[in-house]
């Protein structure tokens, strides 16, 4: 079986350890765990996770957030790649920082790169791995905080997160999204 796990994030040394990136930490994390090397490829730095029979292609999008979805249909043609075996990785205002959340499918809930993605495939109905981030901005600076660099205490909460969405990921692919959510989902 073939799966893609999708980190969404911007790419360029400016935009490294923000709060956007937090999907770009997570497929960065499950890459270093089993030695994958993500290369330039089309659209994304990808590279391929062999684990318990599955293929599990990673791809950090090169597209900037907001044209995610580029990327993502590409490689989900690309592949064949059916829908259930998609999952997008992003961070979310609405959880608290470290907070993981799988969902198999839902709306954007404002967010630009999941917005664009659902646009792009003509369906919101995909899986998707939300990475707490917290809302701790003043009304009206929200890009400002997605944009911004994570604080030290932050990083250490976000880092104790990231083994357990890895888990989350290959429980996906393993188990089956219904049966991961029951584990993990608090």
């Known amino acids: 079986m073939k799966f893609l796990i999708t980190g969404l994030g911007n790419i360029g040394a400016e935009y490294e350890l923000t709060r956007h990136n937090a999907g770009f930490l997570v497929v960065d994390r499950l890459a270093d765990k089993f030695d994958v090397v993500l290369k330039h490829e089309r659209y994304a730095q990808k590279g391929l996770l062999k684990y318990k029979g ?4 990673l791809i ?10 580029k990327a993502v249909h590409y490689w989900v043609q690309s592949l064949k790649i059916s829908i259930e075996n998609l999952l997008i990785v992003t961070d979310d205002i609405a959880l608290p920082p470290g907070k993981l959340r799988m969902r198999a499918k839902g709306s954007d809930a404002g967010h630009n790169g999941i917005k664009h993605v659902a646009e792009v495939l003509g369906t919101n109905q995909y899986a998707r791995l939300r990475v707490g981030i917290g809302n701790d901005f003043p009304r009206g600076r929200q890009v400002e905080y997605v944009l911004g660099r994570m604080q030290e205490e932050e990083l ?3 880092e104790q997160a990231l083994d357990k969405a890895c888990d989350m990921i290959l429980g996906f692919c393993t188990s089956g999204i219904a049966r991961t959510m029951t584990q993990f989902n608090d």
Request: net charge positive; aromatic share 6%; no cysteine.
């Open 156 to 158: 250490k909460i976000l």
């Open 60 to 69: 950090k999008p090169a597209t900037f957030m907001n044209l995610s979805g």
């Open 54 to 57: 599955r293929q599990i292609h």
